[in-house]
């Protein structure tokens, strides 16, 4: 096999904040992989607060091509496997290839991925659509242009946060919202605000603390009414068991984990832990979008927006109807045109 790496940045309709950073392009990568007279296509989304960048990921995967040589997509487990061991620091970068690969297979098989995992395309859930941190009136606006979207995630983690979120709820009284902290919060912060956001209705919090804090997440998850979901707790599937009974369930990502594989082996574990699981995203092109959203029938929750985020997404692939429901492609592999 052939790869071909490079840049692919993605401008954003809007500058993107969390409770930890702001950016108006995305610096993705995109991987192509020739095998026989197959093209596959793959995406990275490097992570700066882990370290990965444009420049480390390319370079990543120049070095991963020569361990391509002579391979073929079907040897998935082992090609996986041997990359995560050489290149622990660039799961994003596998993540590329995993796609890449996966998309060769279902070309070749002439079948959609969601197929060849036996999956059921109308059991896809709605996906979120995410408002970044802004100021109230910023948020706003914001709210206003959102409207066709029924699902709403909200970034916070900055103070007067649950005044924004009231506001939010009195401008969409039917709309459902979640919340995303992003490590931002501190325990009693939790307990404090999740009284306020439960009367607001609202479905979930994801990740309020930092990952490594278990036993704070069971302490908050006894004395809140409202799911908690992690995100920068549950990267990896080895991750997963020590979250049971601390959280309700977990976001998965395959740039973090990975890929569709690894992303595969979430989803089952998480289900073993009796956690709820849901499909989270980078700032992504339709290529990893669709790639995630060939797993969307076996979870609970999708926020699946990143290609809605930008505004020159060059790929087509999974679309939302009306409702925000995910629609699958029918076309091979990851179904890109
Ligand atoms: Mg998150």
């Given at each position: 096999m052939q790869l071909l790496a490079q840049p692919l940045n993605l401008t954003l309709r809007h500058t993107f904040s969390t409770s930890r950073s702001s950016s108006s392009i995305a610096e993705n990568v995109l991987v192509k992989l020739r095998w026989k007279n197959l093209k596959g296509l793959g995406e990275a989304a490097p992570i700066r607060f882990y370290g990965q960048s444009q420049k480390t990921c390319l370079k990543a995967l120049e070095r991963m091509s020569k361990r391509?040589?002579?391979?073929?997509?079907?040897?998935l487990e082992s090609i996986l496997t041997d990359l995560r061991r050489h290149f622990p620091q660039e799961p994003s970068a596998i993540a590329a290839i995993d796609l890449a690969l996966h998309d060769l297979v279902g070309k070749h098989l002439g079948i959609p991925l969601w197929r060849h995992f036996g999956l059921d395309p109308e059991k896809t859930p709605q996906t979120s659509f995410t408002i970044g941190i802004a100021s109230l009136d910023k948020v706003v606006a914001k709210i206003a242009e959102a409207q066709k979207y029924p699902v709403l995630k909200i970034k916070v983690g900055v103070p007067g946060d649950v005044e924004i979120m009231r506001e939010i709820r009195r401008l969409v009284p039917k709309k459902i919202l979640r919340v995303d902290a992003n490590c931002g919060w501190s325990v009693k912060e939790t307990i404090d605000k999740s009284r306020a956001l439960e009367k607001l209705g609202v479905e979930f919090i994801e990740q309020p603390l930092p990952p490594g804090r278990n036993a704070d997440f069971k302490k908050i998850k006894n004395k809140i009414g409202i799911p908690l979901m992690t995100d920068e707790s549950?990267?990896?599937?080895?991750?997963?068991?020590?979250l049971r009974g601390c959280v309700d369930g977990i976001n998965i990502k395959l740039v973090k984990c990975g890929g569709i594989r690894e992303g595969l082996k979430m989803i089952h574990t998480a289900r073993a832990c009796g956690l709820k699981i849901m499909l989270g995203c980078m700032i992504e092109s339709s290529i990893l979008i669709s790639a995630a959203a060939q797993l969307?029938?076996?979870?609970?929750?999708?926020?699946?927006d990143g290609n809605l985020?930008?505004?020159?997404?060059p790929f087509r692939g999974a679309r939302i109807d009306k409702n925000a429901k995910l629609i699958l492609p029918n076309r091979p592999g990851l179904g890109m045109a």
């Open positions: 391509l040589a002579g391979r073929d997509p079907f040897e549950s990267l990896i599937p080895g991750d997963i068991p020590a969307a029938p076996l979870v609970d929750y999708a926020d699946l985020l930008v505004s020159d997404d």
